[in-house]
């Protein structure tokens, strides 16, 4: 199965620009691969045709015409079902939402609609984007399509799943503790968690907490840089955003990579991981540590990272849902029952003690970063678990204590504020999707994506670790 779809974002805004191929005809393209899978995989939840053809017929118009084009020009997007979309149903996976239609796009669809792209459909997400299996009781399961027995991940779980299966060349994701790190690295495609701020989200309840991000997932890294020039912006309803040139997206810089020094840890020192995502993970610095100036093994301290996220996620769910929990509590998801519930649990001494272990955490991790350029680490704890095991209870031997614990190697990353890349690396030992978060320095958003670029070509000159692809024949309804 070739066709449109399948081709990277950036070579087909080239040719949408030369007049090789048609808005029109790589809409098309996508839908048809929509309508052939997502019967399977159910990750496109909602669908927005008649307006999406209608805007591909006046893109292919404005290149006839010789209109100068915005960097998105003519490529379908998709949205995660947590950000409302104009006219389109956006449920964020609740019943309490089942029939909620938006008279507004919220500013970074708004953005992406300016900058070019046409918005075909909407991704499912687990209730509230609450957890790394992607389900709920409105829309069901999202299934790997790598494997539909186990789960995509979440909670941007349905934009990884159509990213894999080429349903668009671009998907938008959100992150907490890993929401978009998550399924990127269990469905083999790049997820992008930038600097916070970086990407405006003009409905943020805690004005400085830069736990909750908005970012690009794509399959490839120039797909991701190229996406952000869209969703990149200054929004004063944010007040962790400023001005930005996102010109600096529109071509990364090339990256010596043997002029880096980086850093890797296979679980940050405090985080549960499986010994099989131990052992890829070493196949894998093995196969690239010689690429770099200097590669070793080096622990940032994040001593008390585990308590301090949950304790502040949980004041961040209380911020987001305590008047839903008061007036709906028995109709809302166990997990988000559970944080909430953990902040009603707590008082302001426990607060603050969280807040200031942050600050602790955040200052000794910059000391750390003086002296490295990168640092690498696991996607992702453990491999997909099947759909009907559910989370893991134990991770490395390790029980878990909440629905969080086995999410610390990518939550622990949360709290630094530093913008992560997900990039797919081979397989783990069941021959599934296997990835890497790739975390840059402090605000190096346009750094860190240049050396994961740099890092992605290699990675395709070596056959262990070329990302698997799913067999789409495989995938037909």
């Keep these: 199965m070739s066709d449109l779809c399948d081709r990277p974002a950036t ?78 149903a956006t449920t964020f996976g609740s019943p309490l939402y089942a029939n909620n239609f938006p008279d507004h796009d919220a500013g970074l669809v708004r953005r992406l609609r300016d900058a070019g792209a046409i918005v075909i459909g909407k991704t499912n997400t687990p209730e509230f984007g609450a957890g790394t299996n992607t389900s709920n009781r ?23 799943a159509a990213l894999a299966c080429d349903m668009v060349p671009l998907a938008h994701g959100s992150d907490t503790g890993g929401s978009l790190r998550n399924p990127a690295t269990w469905c083999g495609v790049v997820g992008f968690r930038p600097t916070p701020g970086l990407v405006p989200h003009e409905t943020r309840n805690l004005n400085y907490s830069h736990f909750s991000v908005q970012g690009p997932m794509a399959r490839t890294v120039p797909d ?62 093995k196969s690239i540590s010689g690429l770099f100036a200097q590669c070793e093994q080096h622990e940032p301290d994040m001593t008390g990272a585990r308590d301090i996220f949950w304790a502040l996620r949980s004041v961040t769910f209380l911020a987001n849902h305590g008047e839903r929990y008061r007036q709906h509590g028995t109709n809302l998801a166990p997990n988000v029952v559970a944080n909430v519930e953990a902040a009603l649990a707590m008082g302001a001494s426990e607060v603050a003690e969280a807040e200031h272990g942050w600050a602790v955490l955040y200052r000794r991790f910059q000391a750390f970063f003086r002296d490295i350029d990168l640092l690498i680490v696991p996607g992702n704890a453990t491999s997909a678990f099947r759909i009907e095991d559910g989370i893991p209870k134990t991770v490395g031997g390790r029980q878990m204590e909440n629905y969080m614990d086995a999410s610390l190697l990518r939550s622990a990353l949360t709290l630094t504020g530093h913008p992560v890349v997900a990039l797919p690396m081979g397989t783990d030992a069941h021959g599934l ?21 740099a890092l992605e070509k290699h990675i395709l000159t070596l056959p262990e670790l070329v990302p698997p692809c799913p067999n789409l024949e495989d995938l037909h309804s």
């Design 224 to 285: 991701i840089a190229l996406m952000l020039t869209g969703l990149a912006g200054d929004d004063p309803l944010d007040p962790l955003s400023g001005p930005v040139d996102t010109s600096r997206f529109e071509s990364l810089a090339d990256i010596d990579l043997s002029s880096l020094r980086v850093a890797t840890s296979e679980d940050l020192g405090v985080a549960p991981v499986d010994d099989d995502i131990r052992a890829a993970f070493r196949d894998c610095v």
């Design 11 to 88: 070579e087909l805004r080239r040719a949408i620009a030369t007049g090789d191929i048609s808005p029109v005809e790589l809409l098309e393209s996508c839908i048809a691969r929509i309508e052939e899978l997502n019967p399977k995989i159910n990750a496109i939840v909602a669908t927005c045709y008649e307006r999406a053809r209608a805007e591909a017929s006046a893109a292919e118009r404005a290149v006839r015409d010789g209109h100068d084009l915005p960097s998105l020009h003519g490529l379908p997007v998709a949205i995660k079902d947590l950000v409302a979309t104009e006219g389109m």
């Design 138 to 160: 409105v829309h069901g399961a999202t299934r790997n399509p790598h494997d539909l027995e186990r789960t995509c991940g979440g909670s941007s779980g349905g934009a990884a």
């Design 433 to 453: 999707p296997f990835g890497v978060q790739i975390v840059g320095p402090r605000r190096g958003d346009v750094f860190v994506l240049g050396a994961a670029a």
